[in-house]
């Protein structure tokens, strides 16, 4: 990235309540609260196949002039989890109409899965949604970019180090005609073994989100992006732009 431009904390991966393994606490008010607290300057909210409290999320992130990012955690047929981040909320939207069509329907159990709620701008719910939200869609992670883009989001390939649910612990490798420039990590030790065999993120901006589902674990101010303004176009393409 370059480092003459402005520089912004951020944390891009947030599971609210919607996210039945997110936690009550994880309010739209309450995660914006807590980024506010923990001086963080850019959030994403990306629960699981959803971006339906993306609306309360935005409007009170504005209220308390924070830079908010609509957004997905997809769940591809292969199981991939890829973040999806949206310039506006319109697009999240017609993008959380799609996928939901791609979910695979099966009914939550609240008292297995946990709940799946979605919130208003003042924090109280407003409805849950009926169909389990962690479900793999029938989208293949191989139509993931082009999909996105055409919502004018980008894909980000999920925690990429972790066991399971990632790129490389579920499909092997990273394909070559992949066309993703930005892919995430939890654990940023572990970015120069994941080059050495996987040479494709070479090529790729590395970011570190905190992938939380507790407001405790979100990040503190540690990691930073740089962008030419506070504009989400001008943020997203920052973050795809190559190294």
């Known amino acids: 990235m370059n480092y003459s431009m402005l520089p912004f904390s951020y944390d891009l991966h947030l599971h609210s309540c919607l996210s039945p393994c997110g936690d009550a606490d994880m309010t739209p008010g309450n995660i914006v609260g807590m980024a ?12 699981h196949n959803s971006c339906k409290n993306c609306p309360a999320f935005l409007k009170i992130a504005e209220d308390y002039g924070i830079i908010a990012i609509p957004g997905m955690e997809l769940c591809t047929l292969e199981e991939v989890h890829v973040v999806c981040l949206f310039p506006t909320l319109e697009e999240a ?30 924090d109280e719910i407003i409805g849950k949604e009926a169909n389990l939200l962690i479900n793999a869609t029938n989208i293949s992670f191989d139509r993931v970019y082009d999909l996105v883009k055409q919502y004018q989001g980008i894909m980000i390939p999920a925690h990429i180090d972790k066991p399971t649910n990632s790129l490389i612990s579920n499909l092997g490798f990273i394909p070559p005609d992949s066309k993703f420039s930005c892919a995430e990590l939890k654990d940023l030790s572990k970015l120069h073994s994941l080059r050495n065999s996987n040479p494709y993120l070479e090529q790729c901006n590395i970011i570190s989100n905190s992938d939380a589902h507790y407001l405790e674990h979100i ?4 990691h930073f992006l740089y962008s030419e303004s506070r504009d989400i176009r001008d943020i997203l393409k920052a973050l795809v732009t190559n190294p």
């Open 93 to 122: 939207m017609k993008f959380d109409e799609y996928v939901y069509g791609q979910l695979i329907p099966f009914p939550n159990e609240e008292n297995i899965f946990g709940k799946q709620e979605i919130c208003n701008e003042r």
């Open 219 to 222: 990040n503190e101010p540690v």
């Open 36 to 47: 506010v607290v923990k001086q963080l300057e850019v959030i994403a909210l990306t629960d």
